[in-house]
């Protein structure tokens, strides 16, 4: 199969290079400058389409590819200048031509009769949709990827130039703001006009040039004339066969208006195809900022505490999804905003995993203990996601926000296990485990702008989070994992009491309160400088229960000693002024700036209280060097205080899983991290190249460390901060480029070293675990992954993408290797009839050979679409080779884990599509 595609690949290369000229100059102005970013195309007078175009560089170069002995019509625009036009006949020899343009008026759009497929209007790059596509695509995603700078990975993440788009916009309004896959998923593609990319984006005119923006990007989704004012949409409904009957229903309906804009969305299936995952609710933010990003404090809430199973490669035995969502925009007035989304979604899945697990002597590093398990687990999670935003800006000096985001879910995972442990065989049994929990959490945002005059502007952005999370887990075993011990420290011993099996049941109850408010003042000392003074607080009030009891053979409750027991309450406070100064001179902007903080924390529990008091300097540097227009180098560096929530202070007993106790340090302190970070980027639109490279540093101080004893697979563990500094370097490059018209490539490396200080407890000494006492050892992991690709870009023949990526993780002496090709295409038949396949192969190997396996995954799909375009009918086959599983590993501190997933067998599907039009 490799070497058929390989063989197409050459012939649509020779078709594609055969037969072509270059015509090629410079563009000036009048008085011999050259422009750069000028607009050129070359029309066909024969059948009056546009063959090539081009965006000059900053020499004010371009290249158009066309055929010989062919009537072209040249076109060439830039601002402010008027349009040249002029007609050439080629040969079959190259043209060389310099343009020079007048200065003038350019011509209003609607004299021009084929629109450029890229333009350049200041911050903003537009894209004319038509131009790049093929009838192939279905939605926003397929129109994306043949967008020259415009990157989409697989969870519906988007990225121009090197940088990630962070809103997405239909018409000027958001689209289920703060999260760009909903869109890009379901967008209609034959919908689309135009994609404007917005650089140097800021939600408030009034911040833009007074805040570091440089990295900010969002995109806004122009609609074809047809789709205004009007529904349009579509409704998809299919069904199949594949162990076991196939279904999916999927609505999509939209409106947009001057006046308000209305999104609705629906997907039913077992397919697998899921419109969000819970990885995607966890870090879903509803668009809400981090108002203290510039104030070094980093104060983690965490959520997720029953550590329910994530999908990996949204790929499981079983996956069932049913799916609703509805997004509008609403103008009271002209300078009042009302917007919304509301998310609803339920998902049962079925896991099927086999793993080895391997713990590490902590001195030899050799195997200490295995543990081999087959686990098979049924997940049940239902969320809802509600937000509501207003904004009002009466006039180019006001403006107020006001966000509210709601979360709610609700959670079960039930798994049975067989293990298996050597040589500690005593340990091998049968366990069963069950979490549960109904999480949620309501975040407001109030946000103020106000510009005084001139020279002075004032904001003020405050949050508030409320959350609560109720985890209960159960585990049932056959042993006793934590026997008591009759030396050492008896506070961790549980006391449980014997019996033909072990029910261990824990409940707890986290709280947090937490408030974020900052003001800020920016003077503008000339037109390119200002200073900025902030005054922010952070203040965190959290409240922990836990409760951790044994069932006994009879059916009653041992709610075991106190020190199984929490109760405990912490709260947080930083208050801080910051001042920065922001000036450019010439190509260089610098932002320095510190941070000046108090901070006090206090955690109450066991009857005592303790209080940390203490002050901190908190430096942070920001220099662009913008070497043109679309070529920068920038340089950042932070000092950060991280802060442990309430978690990690618990002094009682808490059950993390069936096989590991963790105690809480109530003395713990803050870590500190220091990060230096290098990005280059350069985006060469002459022949649309884009290079890239990021270098970053970042050392780890006082960092919260986990110390911890095994017994077997059994853990009993603690943290504790570390007086040896974690170090992390890491860099990545890349290389895509067009050539020859019809020709895409890329090239991506990623390396990243870490250095850890690892802990374990010394069990020969009889005490107490103290990083004093502790065994400790320095662990470095190196990762790689390189990745390559070659493509094809064709309007009429089949377009194919043949790639090949390599992954490369070291770590204690192991290393794995996973080798992937695969290959993509699509082509369009008779201007009816869609044929795409999918193809990747995987070989996952490790350095001793004891885990090779191979296994590629093959999915093809045909669609036809009616002459009026409204019904589209399609048999599409996944997962056609009938893979079965899949490999997976990871690494910690302790030990290592390989394993093997099941994943959904081969299934056809057949679907109706009926498009609103």
Do not use: C
Not at 74 to 98: D, H
Not at 283 to 295: A, P
Not at 588 to 600: A, E
Not at 866 to 874: A, D, G, I, R
């Amino acid at each position: 199969m490799k070497k058929i595609l390989l063989g197409l690949l050459l012939l649509f290369s020779a078709v594609g290079f055969s037969q072509t000229i270059k015509f090629e100059g410079v563009i000036k102005d009048s008085t011999g400058v050259a422009l750069e970013m000028a607009n050129i195309m070359a029309v066909n007078k024969t059948n009056n389409t546009m063959e090539s175009y081009a965006i000059t560089d900053d020499k004010g170069r371009f290249s158009l590819t066309l055929k010989p002995n062919t009537n072209y019509g040249i076109k060439a625009s830039y601002i402010g200048y008027n349009t040249y036009e002029e007609a050439l006949t080629t040969t079959s020899a190259n043209v060389t031509r310099n343009i020079t343009m007048q200065a003038g008026i350019e011509l209003k759009e609607l004299e021009i009769v084929h629109e450029m497929p890229v333009t350049v209007k200041g911050d903003t790059l537009v894209y004319n949709s038509d131009s790049f596509t093929n009838g192939t695509e279905r939605k926003l995603e397929d129109v994306l990827k043949k967008l020259p700078g415009v990157e989409v990975d697989t969870d519906g993440n988007v990225k121009v130039e090197g940088k990630t788009v962070t809103k997405l916009m239909v018409e000027g309004k958001d689209f289920f703001d703060g999260d760009t896959k909903l869109g890009v998923k379901n967008i209609p593609a034959d919908a689309l006009d135009k994609v404007e990319v917005l650089r140097n984006y800021n939600e408030v005119g009034q911040m833009k040039g007074l805040v570091n923006n440089e990295e900010n990007v969002a995109m806004n989704i122009k609609l074809k004339e047809g789709k205004k004012n009007f529904w349009f949409g579509d409704l998809t409904a299919g069904g199949g066969t594949g162990d076991g009957a196939r279904y999916i229903l999927n609505p999509k309906l939209f409106y947009y208006s001057p006046l308000y804009s209305v999104n609705l969305i629906g997907n039913f299936n077992n397919t697998g195809e899921l419109p969000l995952t819970m990885q995607d609710y966890f870090k879903m933010t509803g668009g809400f900022r981090n108002v203290m990003k510039k104030g070094g404090t980093n104060f983690n809430v965490s959520s997720n505490n029953l550590g329910v199973s994530l999908l990996r490669n949204n790929r499981a035995k079983s996956i069932e999804t049913k799916f609703g969502a509805a997004n509008f925009s609403y103008n009271p007035t002209k300078t009042w905003n009302l917007s919304g989304f509301a998310i609803i979604n339920s998902g049962r899945n079925e896991l099927q995993t086999q793993s080895r697990n391997t713990i590490l002597d902590p001195v030899t590093r050799e195997t200490q203990t295995v543990q081999e398990t087959k686990e098979r687990t049924l997940q049940r999670s239902d969320f809802s996601v509600i937000k509501l935003s207003s904004s009002y800006k009466p006039s180019t000096r006001f403006q107020f926000d006001y966000d509210s985001f709601f979360k709610v879910s609700k959670q079960g995972e039930d798994t049975d296990l067989m293990s298996t442990v050597s040589p500690q065989t005593a340990q091998s049994q049968d366990i069963y485990t069950s979490k549960n929990q109904k999480p949620f959490s309501f975040n407001q945002n109030l946000n103020l702008y106000y510009t005084a005059n001139d020279k002075n502007v004032f904001s003020f952005e405050g949050q508030h989070l409320y959350q609560q999370e109720d985890p209960f887990y159960k585990a049932i075993l056959e042993y006793n994992p934590f026997p008591d011990s009759a030396t050492g420290d008896s506070s961790m011993n549980l006391g449980l009491a014997d019996g033909s099996q072990y029910n261990l049941n824990q409940k707890q109850l986290i709280i947090t309160n937490k408030t974020d408010a900052k003001a800020d003042w920016y003077y503008l000392v000339t037109p390119k400088a200002n200073i900025n003074v902030t005054l922010g607080d952070t203040y965190s009030y959290q409240q922990f229960n836990s409760n951790l009891f044994q069932v006994l053979d009879s059916g009653a409750t041992d709610n075991l000693d106190a020190n199984s027991k929490n109760n405990v309450r912490y709260s947080f406070n930083d208050v801080f002024l910051g001042l920065h100064y922001k000036f450019i001179l010439g190509k260089f902007t610098f932002n320095p700036g510190v941070s000046l903080h108090s901070f006090y924390m206090n955690n109450e529990q066991l009857g005592a209280s303790v209080n940390q008091t203490f002050y901190r300097a908190l430096p942070d540097v920001y220099a662009l060097y913008q070497i043109k227009k679309s070529e920068r180098l920038l340089y950042t560096y932070t000092m950060t205080n991280e802060f442990s929530d309430i978690s990690k202070y618990a002094r009682g007993l808490v059950l993390n899983n069936y096989s590991s106790l963790f105690r809480g340090n109530r003395n713990l302190e803050s870590a500190t991290y220091q990060t230096h970070n290098l990005n280059y980027f350069r985006y060469v639109m002459f022949n649309f190249t884009q290079i890239f490279a990021n270098l970053s540093y970042s050392r780890k101080a006082n960092d919260v460390k986990t110390l911890a004893s095994y017994n077997g697979i059994n853990q009993v563990s603690t943290v504790e901060n570390s007086n040896f500094a974690d170090e992390i370097i890491s860099g990545m490059a890349g290389y895509n480029r067009t050539f020859a018209r019809f020709y895409k490539a890329s090239v991506n490396a990623n390396l990243s070293w870490n250095r850890y200080n690892n802990f374990r407890a010394d069990n020969t000494i009889q005490a107490e675990v103290t990083m004093a006492n502790a065994l400790r050892q320095v662990t470095e992991q190196f990762t790689q992954s390189y990745t390559t690709s070659l493509g094809t870009i064709f309007k009429e023949w089949p377009n194919l993408e043949l790639g090949y990526s390599v992954n490369i993780n070291s770590y204690t002496g192991n290393r794995t290797y996973t080798h992937s090709p695969y290959a993509r295409m699509d082509y369009l038949l008779f201007n009816a009839v869609t044929l795409t396949a999918d193809y990747t192969y995987n070989h996952y190997y490790n350095n001793t050979r004891t885990s090779d396996n191979e296994y590629d995954f093959l999915n093809a799909s045909a669609m036809y679409l009616t002459k009026n375009k409204l019904w589209e009918f399609k048999v599409s086959g996944t997962n056609l080779l009938n893979t079965t599983s899949l490999n997976d590993d990871s690494f910690n501190q302790f030990s290592t884990r390989i394993s093997r997933y099941r994943v959904q067998p081969r299934y056809l599907l057949f679907s109706v599509k009926y498009n609103i039009l």
